[in-house]
């Protein structure tokens, strides 16, 4: 795909996705994304969640990816149940008789709640409760713009869907938070560039301080890391690659919002300002599916157990 295609197709989600409420599905298709997906998913994907976290947009795309990974295609109406924060995306067993996790983008978009659950054998499959049958509590939090909600309550009916890889569903989404950081993290480098480009002190840009200039460049090399690793979880496959993705586009965002803040003074903090409310939703999505911290002792844990270390690859 040449650069004219791809800038066409960030014009057209930056321009689509401040205006995509409700059910993402006939939105989503609309826009044409499934055939994009089935032509080049890095492609699709990457540049719907960089778009989506640079324009600060909250959709439930994340749903539709999860339900790909899933072996599926999402019911329009329905939205997936993700684990909740702190649980480093584990999935409740199949055996549970309760669920608990959380929907993005509020819940009244949703008439059915599709629940991933782990399988004994390292799957998951699913099973599908009506919203009316869900006990749905508003998550306002640091983030109240994202629309979480948490949901729970009983499984009443019988197992669904296909017995997909469990470690599929998780490094699907993954991959697509660690884009959405990404492009998150961006917006705040774009935005204090901007700021210390135009903003002058006893005769010259802020842009022109040696500290101003390194705290800025740490942000990009970080953010290029992450970037880095993405595109080789893309070209592998490696599920690990995509928790580390994750994992350093947390660190990129994590950094950024320190160091813009910093270099922006006072004004950064805000409301009125574009720095504020993206590095809330920085902090927010971070946790979702395994904050950087929790997926780095993961893969830890993993790389002792295996005994050994993956072979490096050429994009990192």
């Not at 022109?208 to 592998?236: D, I, K, M, N």
């Amino acid at each position: 795909m040449d650069g004219a295609e791809l800038d066409l197709i960030r014009k057209t989600f930056e321009s689509a996705l401040p205006g995509m409420t409700g059910d993402p599905v006939p939105v989503l298709a609309e826009l044409g994304w499934s055939e994009l997906r089935a032509a080049d998913a890095a492609v699709a994907i990457g540049e719907l969640f960089e778009a989506q976290g640079r324009v600060g947009a909250t959709t439930a795309a994340l749903d539709v990816v999860v339900a790909d990974a899933l072996g599926g295609t999402l019911p329009v109406r329905t939205a997936v149940v993700h684990p909740p924060l702190g649980s480093v995306g584990r999935l409740p067993g199949a055996d549970t008789s309760r669920y608990e996790g959380l929907v993005l983008a509020g819940s009244e978009r949703a008439d059915h709640l599709l629940i991933p659950l782990a399988t004994e054998g390292g799957g998951v499959t699913t099973v599908v409760v009506g919203r009316g049958d869900a006990t749905v509590r508003p998550i306002a939090g640091l983030d109240p713009t994202l629309g979480l909600v948490s949901v729970s309550g009983a499984i009443t009916s019988s197992l669904t869907g296909t017995d997909a890889a469990r470690a599929s569903v998780a490094a699907a989404a993954r991959r697509a938070l660690a884009h959405e950081l990404c492009g998150l993290t961006q917006a705040v480098l774009d935005a204090a560039v901007a700021h210390v480009t135009d903003r002058h002190q006893f005769g010259r840009p802020i842009a022109a301080f040696q500290t101003v200039r390194h705290r800025l460049t740490e942000v990009f090399v970080a953010l290029t890391s992450a970037r880095a690793a993405l595109e080789a979880a893309w070209a592998t496959g490696d599920p690990l690659l995509d928790d580390a993705a994750k994992a350093l586009a947390g660190r990129a965002g994590a950094l950024a919002a320190r160091h813009c803040l910093q270099v922006t003074g006072a004004i950064g903090f805000t409301e009125e300002y574009p720095l504020a409310a993206r590095i809330r939703r920085l902090s927010v999505l971070d946790a979702l599916y395994g904050t950087a911290d929790e997926l780095e002792s993961a893969i830890g844990t993993q790389l002792l157990a295996e005994g050994r270390l993956p072979r490096p690859h050429p994009l990192i």
